[in-house]
């Protein structure tokens, strides 16, 4: 399975951007999806996760709560990230991630990835 991203950019603080990932394959209906985030000397870290099916279920890192969505659309194989309000703090590649196992709220991520998309966000 191949993952691309695409999306990111510059933007000011308080603006708002919207992240793609498109999937290969035609099952991407089964699989967990999840956006993580990796800033300059920090680890990477997991933003949000959607559930397979219709994506009933998702969860997110409490730093973007309330500002980011994460949603899909399996006629199109994409994974989508809203980003709203935006913060310095938000900058850093983002990656979409196909998940291992997505279960009681925790997501495990796989080795499948994206190559990631940088966002900066200007102050």
């Known amino acids: 399975v191949q993952l691309q991203a695409c999306g990111g950019g510059l933007v000011q603080a308080g603006g708002s951007l919207r992240l793609s990932c498109a999937a290969s394959?035609?099952?991407?209906?089964?699989?967990?999806m999840g956006w993580y985030r990796q800033a300059p000397g920090k680890q990477r870290e997991l933003v949000a996760a959607i559930s397979r099916g219709s994506g009933g279920s998702t969860d997110y890192a409490d730093s973007v709560k309330g500002r980011f969505t994460i949603s899909r659309d399996n006629a199109k194989n994409t994974v989508y990230l809203q980003m709203n309000s935006l913060k310095s703090e938000d900058t850093a590649v983002y990656y979409c991630?196909?998940?291992?196992?997505?279960?009681?709220?925790?997501?495990?991520?796989?080795?499948?990835w994206g190559q990631g998309t940088l966002v900066t966000v200007s102050s």
């Open positions: 394959g035609s099952t991407f209906s089964s699989y967990d």
């Open positions: 991630n196909i998940g291992r196992q997505y279960i009681s709220g925790t997501y495990y991520a796989s080795v499948h």
